[in-house]
């Protein structure tokens, strides 16, 4: 088995769409970045590449890459997880974590799960996601920022 850690931050900007495990959030922020800046599913893929020792999503998909340019995160994450799979490796289960003051994720946990879920072709069970705040407290606390982190388990196909 190989255990895998990820760790995302991108800044909020007015009028960027908040796209978070795929699902599109109604915000008036949203991530800056050059792809759709789904800052869970970054954490998700260097957690996958992470596990397995394949660097990470920097130098899968270069942002000097214009080709990466407001990219589907999720579509990359697809590549990401072919990769996996073809060093013989599959999902157990992954456990994400979004720091967001606001809005409040609660109501769109279940459908980011079941899209990563979809994504991955695995079960609901094996996809964690959950949301805090910071009390206020530093980027993510003073609504500057948004942070994920996420944590996977593979096992040999
Ligand atoms: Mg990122």
Redesign the pocket.
Known sequence: MRIGHGY???RLKQGRKCILCGVEIPSELGPD?H?D?D?PV?ALMDALLGALALGD?GAHFPPSDNKWKDASSIELLKTVYKLVKSNGYSLVNADITIVLESPRLFEHIQKMREKLAETLKTDLNAISVKATTEEKLGFTGDGSGISATAVVLLEPL
């Open positions: 995302d931050v991108h970045g792809s800046a800052v970054h999503i």
